[in-house]
């Protein structure tokens, strides 16, 4: 069991910047391969941000490219997602997970553990 914890969510306008962190007190991230996904009220878990478990390689949904970074920390059980230019539609509670298992793909099955969230909330 992995017990991943968000921090960084807030209230920004439109147009502001925030970031996010993710870590796992006691635990090691540089095996696995993370992702960030997001969920605002009444709509299904999006994907946002994956890294492997290396840092070398990332990949973001289309809507975000250019303006989140997803990156992992010095600290090896910490990753990051730095959010800029933020609009309304990023309003979501951003969830963090890790992919332990043999799974590939960026959908909500092909991750193992999640955190609670932290929410975001962009005004206009």
């Known amino acids: 069991q992995v017990h991943l914890v968000e921090s960084g969510g807030g209230s920004v306008q439109s147009g502001g910047s925030l970031t996010l962190s993710c870590s796992a007190p006691?635990?090691?991230?540089?095996?696995?391969?993370m992702a960030w996904f997001r969920q605002a009220p009444g709509k299904d878990r999006e994907f946002v941000a994956a890294i492997s478990f290396d840092g070398s390689s990332t990949f973001y949904v289309d809507s975000v490219k250019g303006r989140f970074t997803i990156s992992r920390g010095n600290i090896k059980n910490t990753i990051y997602l730095q959010m800029n230019s933020l609009k309304s539609e990023d309003t979501a509670v951003y969830l963090c997970?890790?992919?332990?298992?043999?799974?590939?793909?960026?959908?909500?099955?092909?991750?193992?553990?999640w955190g609670q969230g932290t929410q975001v909330t962009v005004s206009s």
């Open positions: 997970t890790i992919r332990t298992g043999a799974k590939t793909g960026y959908d909500v099955a092909s991750y193992d553990y």
């Open positions: 006691g635990y090691t991230f540089n095996d696995y391969a």
